[in-house]
């Protein structure tokens, strides 16, 4: 009797599992993000589709260059994910506009959920990422070239030359996350101990002080 209820409850789990895994697409044409509800569980709750607008779905954002005269690292992002766009949420998709001054960096980060692809719109620019490994893999890219950046990997676009480029970048995220190494690192908030990052990077507390000068906390 033991031995049949076992078998019983094990074929119950596996039944609830299968249907757990095959009830993970969608379960109706959308889910307008209500951004005004301040509750998140993984994403947002549901808009009222009676009260969803044709502007849920509409961004009109990424049509212009942004301006980057006022970024220390001569470069812009323009995000079109779902806090901007709330028809994208549970849809796994977002999309950015990426500007770049002459000599323009979006320097090292990382996307904790999502791989990332860009098309490059003007200009040409030097792009990379690395490898758990520690192998770069790079290229010069020209306008309508694409590359690929694995998700969550360390990846980086440089525009070295003496005109202004642009890209594209789709993602295969609603929301998916930014984390750049210098304000992470040194603009943490807590701060990071000055021994730890000192040890970390072989250098004196002084440089490294020195180093958090340039990256105020995280507020």
Same mark, same amino acid.
């Given at each position: ?6 078998? *019983? +409850?094990?074929? &119950? ?8 895994? #095959? ?6 044409? $959308?889910? %307008? ?23 849920? &779905?509409? $961004? %009109?954002?990424? @049509?212009?260059?942004?301006? /980057? ?10 995000? @079109? ?20 001054? =002459? ?28 490898? /758990? @490994? ?13 590359? %690929? ?6 990846? +980086? ?6 005109? =202004? @480029?642009?890209?594209? #970048?789709? $993602? ?5 996350? /930014?984390?750049?190494?210098? !304000?992470?690192?040194?603009? #943490?908030? !807590? =701060?990071? !101990? ?16 020195? *180093?958090?000068?340039? +990256? =105020? !906390?995280?507020?």
């Amino acid at each position: 009797m033991a031995t049949s209820m076992i078998h *019983i +409850f094990v074929t &119950f789990m596996l039944v609830a599992a299968h249907m757990a895994i #095959a009830d993970t697409n969608m379960l109706q044409d $959308f889910c %307008v993000a209500d951004l005004s509800n301040g509750v998140k569980v993984n994403g947002y709750p549901c808009k009222d589709p009676a009260k969803v607008t044709p502007e849920d &779905f509409y $961004f %009109v954002g990424l @049509a212009t260059a942004a301006a /980057t005269a006022n970024s220390t690292m001569g470069s812009a992002v323009t995000g @079109a994910n779902v806090e901007k766009v709330p028809g994208l949420n549970t849809m796994g998709v977002s999309i950015s506009r990426i500007d770049y001054a =002459p000599g323009g960096l979006n320097p090292p980060h990382l996307h904790p959920r999502a791989s990332e692809a860009i098309f490059v719109l003007e200009g040409r620019l030097f792009v990379g990422f690395l490898t /758990t @490994a520690g192998k770069l893999i790079s290229k010069h890219v020209n306008k309508g070239d694409v590359f %690929v950046f694995p998700k969550a990997l360390l990846h +980086f676009q440089q525009n070295p030359n003496n005109a =202004p @480029a642009s890209v594209l #970048a789709a $993602f295969d995220s609603q929301l998916p996350g /930014t984390q750049v190494v210098g !304000p992470s690192l040194f603009g #943490a908030n !807590p =701060p990071i !101990p000055d021994d730890l990052l000192a040890k970390a990077f072989g250098v004196g507390a002084p440089e490294i002080q020195k *180093i958090k000068g340039k +990256f =105020p !906390p995280k507020k």
